[in-house]
C-alpha cells in the first residue's frame, strides 16, 4: 500500500477514537504504533539484539531484609494497583476473572481488599470495559474499610490485516476494540488522573500486579529497598521452570537496558532458544514496582509512554475463525523497564507468583500447597513435600469453570504431597482425598466415575 493510503487510514482511526471520546494521549500513543505498523514493523525483538540476563545482575529478595524498617516507615508513601481488565474466557467466564473463588471461600478481589487492608495502604484497580459494572458491584457487597480507587483501561481500535484500515462489524461493534494489554496502566494512570490524584497524596511508590496472582502484594522489605535506594522502576523476576518456558524473559539489550521479550515479540527462527530455560534464565512474573514520580516525568517530558510493540494477529471476532484477520497493538507492563536508566531486577521466590490462567491453576490456588493467613498473607503448607507440581485436567470436563466446579463439589484434594496429577475422563472427588507423588486418573468410560472421601491415591488409577 502506499503511503498516501495510510495517511487517510489513520485519520480513520483518530475520527473513531474521537467518537469513542478517548483521550488525546491514548489517540497519539496509537498513531505512534499504528505508524509502527505501517513501516512493516512487527515488534520481534531476535535474539541477536539481546544476551541472556546473569545471576549477578539481579538483586536477590532475601538481600533487601535489612530494609523492612524502611518499607514500614514507606507505606504512608505506597500504593497497590490490580490490574483488573481479565474475563478468563478460557476457563468459562464472562464477568470478571477476579470474582471467582481463589482461596478459603474468598474471591481473588476478596483477597487483594483485605491485603491492601492489611497493610493500611490505599488500592487502585484498573478495570476494563469489560470487567467495570460487575467489580463495582462486588465491592459494595465486599464492603472494604477502605473504597478502592477504580479506573478504566483505554482501547485500541482493531486493524484489519488487509489494508490496514479501521475493521467493522456493525452487528457487534464492541469487537471492533480490544484492550491494548497491560502496558496500558501508565497512558491509563495518567488519562484518567490517578496519577496526579496519587501525587498529590504523596504517594510515590506503586506496586503492580495481576488481580489473579494472589500470592502478589506488597513486601515491606522490598518496599524499603525500592524507596530507600531510588530505583525508578523494579521488576520481580523468578528462575524459570519446565512450565515457564513461554513466559516472557528478562534479558540485556545491546543498547545496555534491560528488557523483557513476549514469545509474540519473538522471531520463529529464535523460539526454541527463549524457550531454553537455562540460556533464558529468568522470567517476568508481571508485577512490577515503579516510582510515580520517575513515571510523571517522563510523562511530561516524552509526552507518550513509548513501551515495545506487541503486534498479535488474530480474528476479529475471537469466536470465529472465519471472522477478517486483524491485528491488535498491545504492550506488556514489564517493558517499561527498558524505560529507565537505573532500573533493577529483583529475584523472588514462586510463592510471590501464583496465577491462575487455566481450571488446572485454580485446582491448585484452591488446594492446601498454600495457605492464607489471618492477616491474609499466602504462605507455603510447611507439609508441603515437592518444589513444583504440575496439574493437567481434561479440558471435556474440567475446561470450563462451570464443569470444574461440578467435580469438586467440596473442595481440591489435598496435594501437599503431589509432583503431577493428570485426569483423563470424567472424575468426580469427594471430601478429603488425597494425591501423593505422581498420578494419572483415567476414566475411558461415558459414565461418571467417583473418588470417595478419605481415598489416598499415591499411584495411576483407571477408574
Given at each position: 500500500m502506499d503511503r498516501s493510503g495510510t495517511v487517510g487510514r489513520l485519520t480513520e482511526f483518530i475520527k473513531k477514537m474521537?467518537?469513542?471520546?478517548?483521550?488525546?494521549?491514548v489517540i497519539d500513543t496509537f498513531a505512534?504504533?499504528?505508524?509502527?505498523?505501517?513501516?512493516?514493523?512487527?515488534?520481534?525483538?531476535?535474539?541477536?539484539?539481546?544476551?541472556?540476563?546473569?545471576?549477578?545482575?539481579?538483586?536477590?529478595a532475601d538481600d533487601p531484609g535489612r530494609y523492612f524498617d524502611f518499607g514500614k516507615k514507606a507505606l504512608k508513601h505506597a500504593v497497590i494497583i490490580v490490574l483488573n481488565g481479565g474475563l478468563g474466557t478460557s476457563m468459562g467466564l464472562t464477568s470478571a476473572k477476579s470474582l471467582i473463588v481463589a482461596k478459603a471461600g474468598k474471591s481473588f478481589l476478596a483477597i487483594k481488599?483485605?491485603?491492601?487492608?492489611?497493610?493500611?495502604?490505599?488500592?487502585c484497580l484498573m478495570n476494563s470495559f469489560n470487567t467495570h459494572e460487575a467489580?463495582?458491584?462486588?465491592?459494595s457487597e465486599i464492603k472494604p474499610e477502605k473504597e478502592p480507587i477504580c479506573f478504566l483501561q483505554n482501547k485500541f481500535p482493531k486493524i484489519l490485516q488487509d489494508g490496514l484500515a479501521p475493521a467493522s462489524w456493525p452487528h457487534n461493534p464492541d469487537l471492533e476494540w480490544n484492550p491494548p494489554g497491560h502496558g496500558d496502566i501508565y497512558t491509563a494512570l495518567h488519562s484518567?488522573?490517578?496519577?496526579?490524584?496519587?501525587?498529590?497524596?504523596?504517594?510515590?511508590?506503586?506496586?503492580?500486579?495481576?488481580?489473579?496472582?494472589i500470592g502478589g502484594t506488597i513486601d515491606e522489605s522490598l518496599l524499603g529497598y525500592f524507596a530507600e535506594e531510588s530505583i525508578p522502576f523494579m521488576m520481580e523476576v523468578s528462575q524459570r521452570g519446565p512450565l515457564d518456558r513461554k513466559g516472557g524473559h528478562l534479558a540485556r539489550h545491546r543498547n545496555g537496558h534491560l528488557i523483557l521479550r513476549e514469545i509474540a515479540q519473538?522471531?520463529?527462527?529464535?523460539?526454541?532458544?527463549?524457550?531454553?530455560?537455562?540460556?533464558?534464565?529468568?522470567?517476568?512474573?508481571?508485577?512490577?514496582?515503579?516510582?510515580?514520580?520517575?513515571?510523571?516525568?517522563?510523562?511530561?517530558?516524552?509526552?507518550?509512554?513509548?513501551?515495545?510493540?506487541?503486534?498479535?494477529?488474530?480474528?476479529?471476532?475471537?469466536?470465529?475463525?472465519?471472522?477478517?484477520?486483524?491485528?491488535?497493538?498491545?504492550?506488556?507492563?514489564?517493558?517499561?523497564?527498558?524505560?529507565?536508566?537505573?532500573?533493577q531486577a529483583v529475584q523472588v521466590g514462586k510463592i510471590r507468583f501464583l496465577p491462575v490462567k487455566?481450571?488446572?491453576?485454580?485446582?491448585?490456588?484452591?488446594?492446601?500447597?498454600?495457605?492464607?493467613?489471618?492477616?491474609?498473607?499466602?504462605?507455603?503448607?510447611?507439609?508441603?513435600?515437592?518444589?513444583?507440581?504440575?496439574?493437567?485436567?481434561?479440558?471435556?470436563?474440567?475446561?470450563?469453570?462451570?464443569?470444574?466446579?461440578?467435580?469438586?463439589?467440596?473442595?481440591?484434594p489435598s496435594l501437599c504431597?503431589?509432583?503431577?496429577?493428570?485426569?483423563?475422563?470424567?472424575?468426580?472427588?469427594?471430601?478429603?482425598?488425597?494425591?501423593?507423588?505422581?498420578?494419572?486418573?483415567?476414566?475411558?468410560?461415558?459414565?461418571?466415575?467417583?473418588?470417595?472421601?478419605?481415598?489416598v491415591i499415591d499411584r495411576d488409577l483407571i477408574l
Open positions: 474521537k467518537n469513542e471520546g478517548l483521550d488525546r494521549i505512534y504504533y499504528y505508524e509502527k505498523v505501517v513501516n512493516g514493523e512487527t515488534g520481534s525483538i531476535p535474539e541477536n539484539d539481546i544476551r541472556p540476563l546473569s545471576p549477578e545482575e539481579t538483586v536477590i481488599l483485605a491485603q491492601a487492608e492489611r497493610l493500611g495502604v490505599q488500592m467489580t463495582l458491584k462486588a465491592i484518567t488522573g490517578i496519577l496526579k490524584k496519587l501525587l498529590d497524596q504523596d504517594i510515590r511508590y506503586a506496586y503492580i500486579c495481576n488481580s489473579d496472582n519473538c522471531p520463529k527462527e529464535d523460539v526454541d532458544t527463549f524457550q531454553n530455560i537455562r540460556y533464558h534464565r529468568f522470567f517476568n512474573t508481571n508485577s512490577v514496582w515503579i516510582n510515580l514520580l520517575e513515571l510523571h516525568r517522563s510523562i511530561k517530558e516524552h509526552g507518550l509512554v513509548q513501551l515495545p510493540m506487541i503486534l498479535n494477529p488474530k480474528p476479529l471476532d475471537p469466536r470465529n475463525e472465519n471472522s477478517p484477520p486483524i491485528y491488535h497493538i498491545e504492550t506488556a507492563m514489564g517493558s517499561a523497564i527498558s524505560m529507565f536508566d537505573g532500573a487455566t481450571c488446572s491453576d485454580l485446582l491448585v490456588s484452591r488446594s492446601d500447597r498454600f495457605l492464607l493467613t489471618k492477616d491474609y498473607k499466602i504462605i507455603k503448607n510447611p507439609a508441603t513435600t515437592t518444589s513444583d507440581i504440575n496439574v493437567t485436567l481434561d479440558p471435556k470436563y474440567y475446561g470450563k469453570i462451570d464443569l470444574f466446579d461440578k467435580r469438586f463439589p467440596v473442595g481440591a504431597r503431589c509432583e503431577s496429577l493428570t485426569i483423563d475422563g470424567d472424575v468426580r472427588f469427594e471430601s478429603n482425598v488425597t494425591i501423593i507423588g505422581n498420578v494419572t486418573l483415567r476414566n475411558n468410560s461415558a459414565q461418571q466415575a467417583v473418588i470417595k472421601e478419605n481415598t
